[in-house]
């Protein structure tokens, strides 16, 4: 599976790695930093981690105008994402103008593949962690047969777009 990600029309990438589908405990951890110091980037800070069949990226993120990062995920993937506001009083309402939710959430997702944009307003801090799990990795951890996973398992092995929770759920930072 290939992830990648990049503010729309800059030519550094936040991240792009090819992971393995296969499940594979004995690939040695591979570790990165990306600090991207060009405009409109205040701040761009990723701290990457991968190993076989896993992805982990801890992102802080402020921008000096509005800018959408683009996504992708090619192949099947399990993701586990947090995002976290700044203190900007203007996050701590549920929503914005145009009805999004703008507070810090969580959600657990399998994605068969997608490619997204996802808008990022500028003057707010972020702080984002992704983690991305082949499907063959997320079936290592837990037991498909578990009640608290049925729905979630069924509809990954039809193959189709979901999410654990229906709507994302709020976090803190506790």
Do not use: C
């Not at 990438?13 to 205040?42: C, D, G, H, M, R």
């Not at 810090?104 to 994605?111: A, G, L, M, Q, V």
């Amino acid at each position: 599976m290939k992830i990648k990600s990049k503010i729309e029309g800059s030519d550094d990438w936040l991240f792009i790695e090819e992971i393995p589908e296969l499940y594979s405990p004995n690939t040695p951890l591979s570790e990165k930093n990306v600090n991207i110091k060009s405009l409109p980037a205040q701040k761009l800070v990723n701290y990457q981690l991968s190993a076989g069949g896993l992805f982990l990226v801890h992102s802080t993120m402020q921008f000096s105008e509005h800018v959408k990062v683009l996504s992708e995920i090619e192949g099947e993937a399990i993701t586990s994402q947090f995002i976290f506001y700044g203190t900007n009083p203007s996050t701590e309402k549920k929503n914005d103008k145009e009805g999004r939710r703008t507070g810090s959430r969580h959600n657990i997702r399998y994605i068969p593949s997608i490619k997204g944009k996802y808008p990022m307003m500028s003057g707010i801090e972020y702080k984002y962690f992704l983690l991305v799990l082949s499907k063959q990795y997320y079936f290592h951890l837990i037991d498909q047969h578990s009640l608290l996973h049925s729905d979630f398992v069924r509809e990954i092995l039809k193959g189709r777009y979901t999410s654990y929770a229906a709507k994302d759920l709020p976090v803190t930072t506790e």
